[in-house]
């Protein structure tokens, strides 16, 4: 082990040395030291005076003793601690909570007679924290008369639980605040639960000690009260210095050569692109940071304890080594970023003279490492182990000057540089841990009695008496769920034991999920589902219903024996006169009316491959389909029917089609379930489409699903609104057609007129409605008053793209409390696959809309770049797995070979590889995101379009909306095109969307248009959007102060920054300003307007427009309580 280690463990175990003269001086911070410990010593005496010798730490000078005044500067560290304190919550957060176990007759006066004694020996016990005439805090010691330090006595043993009345005292202790400017900043009590058996409780405010001084305090308190006890002078080394001279001392060496290295290696390591843990939160962030939290404990178990002791032996590591190694994967695993950055602290005590110190000498280390995910832990230890040294190396240098030196984008709603801090703590204590022979009890995670978090997440990891590693996790309640935590909790553990047992393996090939998470199946019911096709389905309904109408268009109305026929008729021309088998691709090329149905069944009746190309296509795109799919015969109609086409391909002109001279008897099904149905052409990135070859087996089990198990009644009447060369389609034809429903084909021009499509839905009792989502948020701009009253609307589809659902659609839902929106999720290489039923007689109704869950007969795996499954909450790919499967890509081996991939989880199945991000919540839905290749990094923010475009849906006066990233000028711009209802006003968009997203994620430009420009199939066409130009840029522009407050505020900001001019609108901190100055404003404001404005009030909105804003409403408000007043006085 590195001997800088092998000091800090024995450090950790209770042990001190230092060099006098050339001679070892061990020093016991302990009563008891294990002889492991001492053989330690022994056996590497040498070693450590070696270093001792040769490191520079020793070559420091003494640290000078400051002059006498009536207050000292602050460290640092305090600085940044006394800020966030002036939040209540914050404050409480950085409360250090202890408990001593006591066994014997302890005497009240006692004990509080050797705390006072501790507390005159430490300067730092007595200190408050007090503002300078300049309004910047200072430390002030005060005298133990000053103090007024009590020890508090309770005496529960009488109690029937006892123990309980204890832990319900230390946690209400634990939430008081602290008054840092008059003190005491320690609080103690000692509780009596038993006869001769007590609990000495300590709370101290981290501003004044630190994890390192709690065993220094415990050892010296009870020192001295076994001292005073026989009335002897405790036997304590006496302190050269106090905390304040350390605080100047180290205030000075900022600038020295040795300090100024130290910084260059700080900014080395972290001024790259500074990544952002961004783990699955619940909701969104808040704008401010917050401080509510619980602490969650457990142990890892006696296999996982004893292989970390192994490993780190065999390393030649330490337990801190080990477990930081692990979090950083266990992080990478949960986010998918293997750049991560954890907090950790370090003691920072190496000079000779801060042994035995109370103090906040603490110094934060961001600890940065990359996990490759090629590499096996054991590689990856390594790089970890050299970077923990080097941190060590450079740890006198203060984290709040290298944030100050990286000059940070202020964030107020994360901590700067990390949001995780590992704590790993020596084995001080465990003697008041739970003894436990039942190994289930060290598998138990338990709720602790603190509740506040200083760090999204703060792990501890303690050595314990039973040799076993107990696991704390301090959370952010206000970003995570307990249930997320427990589950983190447990995988970490599973993660530690693989990597430590697995050690040669490659990180990415861990799987540390049980087999069920991470997938999502769904089996049909075996009597339900057959194995058919689907014209057998169409066919036995024309049976039970053959006088129905089944297909409607204009004023044509076909019944389903009439549908029957005349598909028969076209199927036995295809298969006879056209020789159309199996293998067979035909195109059909028709505007929309109910002869798309027509060729469309009949085909697959005939036992071919259906292609619909639309007739809006330009003929170039038409001709290379006819080649790529090899069609040689066409159905089309006279009016689409192009000159060059009818060389490529025979034309079945369906104007003239003379259906009576073919036979209209149903023909042999001669399709096995795996034979391709119909191919489906998308967008291709090498400028040409590519075909999506489908089956019948997808068919079939669709069509079943959407009867037995969709939520929707057999039977109703669908509007059909899709385009033909979109797969839904299909989905609209053979579900009705197969269940006795009505098909309502709309009108082309119908389909872009609401207002006739409204009058057309009512007059003709539609139940169902299936629109792709584009469509759906424009259709519910535009119902009228009759049609709310009137409709008979059942059921909404949504498919194609992502459903948000805007504020109208949520409305008519709410109005309409028994009808069902259905949000269908699947691409074209698999059609529908999941699905989520939204009704506000069943569930509650939100913008967001999951996709839900699979499908009878499909299975959804989500899975991390090395295809392992990601478990709940956590960002993945979506793969598809099951009977939904195309067969692949027409002609493009490589290109199906690469997206159909062999199922590693089941053998001889195949998985697609969507390109769609996902996570699964804990009620077994999916929460679709975007495309893989939608997500972007911006300033280390993982950013999600998806998660844009649906704020600004939700916005008034916004219809459509597209968030896309350009590149401009080696810079990429966040770009929002907004198809508005109303007049907008962009700066005031801009500002309605920074209440909810953080400014990383907010549009630089916003273009206004009159529509989104779509393809064919419905999907954004990109290509058609219009080059972005400084019109489009949306920034803040010079306002002018106009109201008195606001006159006032600008002067007071301008004097604080040193600027000749200050807009309303203009953000503090993007001005200069920083924490102090922004301590000294509020102070400045509090004086001169007589208006207190919080912390977390000025972080939510820097500007002087809010601070103004909120000192009117208060001076309102309190005129009225005035005249109020006066009015009773009157009376």
Known sequence: METIFLIKELREKGVAVKLVGNQLEVSLLKETVEDEVVEIVRNNKEQIISYLQSISI????????????????????????WFESQSTTASIAYHIPFEVKLEGDYDQNSLEEAIIYILNRHEILRTVFRLNAEKEPQQQILSVQELNFNLDYEDYSEAADSLSKVNEYIKEKANVPFDLENGPLLRAALLKYDNNSYYFSCILHHIICDAWSIPILKSEILTAYKALQTNKVPALEELRIQYKDYTLWNLDNLEGASFLKQKDYWLAKLSTETPVLELPITGTRPPVKTYNGQTLKTYFNTDISNAVSIYQKNQEGS???????????????????????????FAAREHIDLHNQIGFYTNTLAIRNKVEQSDSFDTFFTAVKQSILEAHNNQQYPFEEVVKALNLKKDASRNPLFDVMLVVLPKEGAKNEEQFDDEAFSEAITVEKYTTSKFDLLVYVEETENDLLSLKVEYN????????????????????????????????????????????????????????????????QVQRTPENVAVKYEDISLTYKEVNEYTNQLAHCLREKYNVTPQTNVGVILGRSHLNVLAMIGIIKAGGCYVPIDHKYHIERKEYILEDAEIQTVISTIDLFDEELSEKAAIINLDQFAFSEWDDSNLNIVNQLDDPSFVIYTSGSTGHPKGVVQTHRMLSNLIQWNIYDSGIESGLKHLQYTSFSFDVSLQDCWFVLSSGGVLFITPEAMKIDFRRLLDFIVGNAIEV??????????????????????????????????????????????????????????????????????????????????????????????????????????????????????LGYLKLPDLTNERFIANPFEKDERLYKTGDLAYEDYTGNIIYLGRNDNQIKIRGYRIELEEIKNVILIQDHVNQAFVDVVNKENEQLIVAYIVPTALIDRLYLKKQLSKVLPDYMLPSHIVILDEIPLTPNGKINKKALPEIDDSALVTTQYTAPETEIEKQLAEIWKELLGIDKVGILDNFFELGGHSLRMHKMLNQIKTELTTEITFELFLSDPTIESVALHIENLKSLQNQVTLTEKKKILI
Request: with cysteine.
């Open 58 to 81: 020793n070559k420091f000078k003494e640290i000078p003793k400051a002059k006498e005044a009536l207050s000292y500067p602050v460290s640092n560290a305090q600085f940044r601690i």
């Open 769 to 886: 409605l299936c629109f792709p989502f584009s469509a759906l948020t424009n259709f519910f701009d535009f119902p009228k008053e009759t049609f709310v009253k009137n409709h008979e609307i059942k059921h909404i589809i949504s498919s194609g793209e992502q459903l948000m659902a805007n504020n109208t659609l949520q409305e008519f839902l709410v109005q309409n409390p028994k009808v069902k929106l259905h949000n269908h999720y699947g691409p074209s290489e698999t059609h529908v696959v999941t699905s989520y039923t939204m009704c506000k007689e069943e569930n509650e109704i939100v913008s967001y809309v999951p996709i839900g869950k699979p499908v009878a007969n499909t299975a959804i795996y989500l899975l991390d770049k090395d295809q392992q499954p990601v478990p709940k909450k956590v960002i993945g790919e979506i793969y598809v797995g099951g009977e939904h499967l195309a």
């Open 319 to 345: 337990l801190y080594m080990v477990m930081l190694s692990t979090l950083h994967v266990m992080l990478a695993k949960y986010t998918g970023n293997n750049d991560t950055i954890i907090g950790s602290p």
């Open 477 to 540: 309640t206000d970003l995570f769920e307990e249930k997320f935590i427990t589950q983190f909790i447990t995988h970490y553990k599973k993660i530690v034991h693989l990597l430590l047992t697995q050690p040669a393996k490659r990180i990415g090939a861990l799987n540390y999920l049980t087999e069920k998470e991470g997938v999502l199946k769904q089996e049909a019911t075996t009597e339900k589902y057959v194995k058919k096709c689907v014209i057998e389905f169409f066919e036995n």
